[in-house]
Structures are given as structure tokens and as C-alpha cells.
């Protein structure tokens, strides 16, 4: 929807688009407020009758499910736009305990099905058994 949004954009700007300027804006260009942004935002959570979140809740969500979902610390980086690696990492700690967890049974499980396979042979190659 964005790309197809920043298309749109570049066909109606023609040479006046610049890809830094605002991605949505008033009609006559201007960039909408950030502060308005959020209170139509906390009308329309209010209205959905879902939990409080803020917008910028959001932000973190979609770092943390990112992260959860095995993105790499730099990909989350460079999609929230932080300057720094440590900002990403320090801001977003909580999924990493269930991140270290996962991945210490995912090994757990390489080296049992690896243990299995050796003792398969081993047994397959006694006489007798």
C-alpha cells in the first residue's frame, strides 16, 4: 500500500516529489501534525473498543514480533530507523530471554536427534543386535 501510495505521490509531484518529504499530507502538502496523528489514533482505539495502546505502541510491537520471529538485530535496526544498534537492542530486551530460550531448545534438539542417529548406528553395527 505504500509503494503503491509513493506512486501516486511521484505522479502527481512530477519533479516537486522528494523522497524525504512527508509521506502523508494535508491537501495542500503540508505534513500533518504528529500530535494529531496520535489523538485520531486514541479516538479510533477508543471506538474499537480494544485495550488502551498508543501509537507508538505499535512501533515497539512490530520490533518485538520482528525480533520473535527470528529478524536479525540490524534488519529491526534499519526498519525502526535507529542510528544505533545498541538503541535497538537496549530498547527492545524483553523478547530476547524468549529469544535465547528458543534457541537453546532448537539446539537441544540438533544435538539429541544427532545423538539418536549415532546410537542407531551403533546398534545397527553390533553383531548380533
Do not use: C
Not at 480494544?50 to 520471529?69: E, F, N, S
Request: zero cysteines.
Amino acid at each position: 500500500m505504500l509503494h503503491s501510495h509513493e506512486r501516486a505521490q511521484r505522479d502527481e509531484l512530477g519533479t516537486d516529489w522528494s523522497p524525504s518529504a512527508p509521506i502523508f499530507t494535508r491537501e495542500n502538502g503540508e505534513a500533518i501534525d504528529p500530535d494529531y496523528l496520535s489523538y485520531r489514533f486514541h479516538k479510533l482505539v477508543l471506538a474499537s473498543g480494544l485495550p488502551p495502546v498508543r501509537l507508538h505502541d505499535l512501533r515497539h510491537g512490530a520490533a518485538t514480533l520482528a525480533l520473535a520471529a527470528g529478524a536479525d538485530l540490524r534488519v529491526v535496526q534499519g526498519l525502526l530507523g535507529h542510528a544505533s544498534i545498541v538503541l535497538t537492542a537496549d530498547t527492545h530486551t524483553s523478547v530476547r530471554p524468549q529469544l535465547y530460550h528458543q534457541s537453546a531448545r532448537a539446539t537441544a534438539r540438533l544435538v539429541l536427534q544427532a545423538a539418536r542417529k549415532t546410537a542407531r548406528k551403533v546398534n545397527n553395527a553390533r553383531p548380533g543386535t
